[in-house]
Nanobody, 124 residues
Framework: QVQVVESGGGEVQDGGSLRLSCAASGRTFSSYGIGWFRQAPGKEREFVAGVSMSDGGVDYAESVKGRFTISRDNAKNTVSLQMNSLQPEDTAVYYC?????????????????WGQGTQVTVSS
């Protein structure tokens, strides 16, 4: 069973940057799809970005395109999310999730394994 742990959250000012990491243990990521989701207080969990570990395909939510970059490192079994030009509306708990289909999907229901989340706070 794969387990994932997120790291790299914190508090930054408007316009700042953070880099989140998702590290896997138990099995390799190499054939899975990895997604980053976020949930702000009082709001539903939403898709942020995703990557296919097998072919490198990526997808981004419209709200983060051009600001966030998702990358994979199959050798290290990690996925990173570089977040630039952060805005207060990016404040949320960010979750890493694994889907066994290997696809890049915006549908949270396809993801089986979820991390505990890491808090990102952007102050104005």
């Amino acid at each position: 069973q794969v387990q994932v742990v997120e790291s790299g959250g914190g508090e930054v000012q408007d316009g700042g940057s953070l880099r989140l990491s998702c590290a896997a243990s138990g099995r390799t990521f190499s054939s899975y799809g990895i997604g980053w989701f976020r949930q702000a207080p009082g709001k539903e969990r939403e898709f942020v970005a995703g990557v296919s570990m097998s072919d490198g395909g990526v997808d981004y939510a419209e709200s983060v395109k051009g600001r966030f970059t998702i990358s994979r490192d199959n050798a290290k079994n990690t996925v990173s999310l570089q977040m630039n030009s952060l805005q207060p509306e990016d404040t949320a708990v960010y979750y890493c999730a694994v889907n066994y289909y290997g696809t890049v999907s915006r549908r949270s229901g396809l993801y089986t394994i979820w991390g505990q989340g890491t808090q990102v706070t952007v102050s104005s």
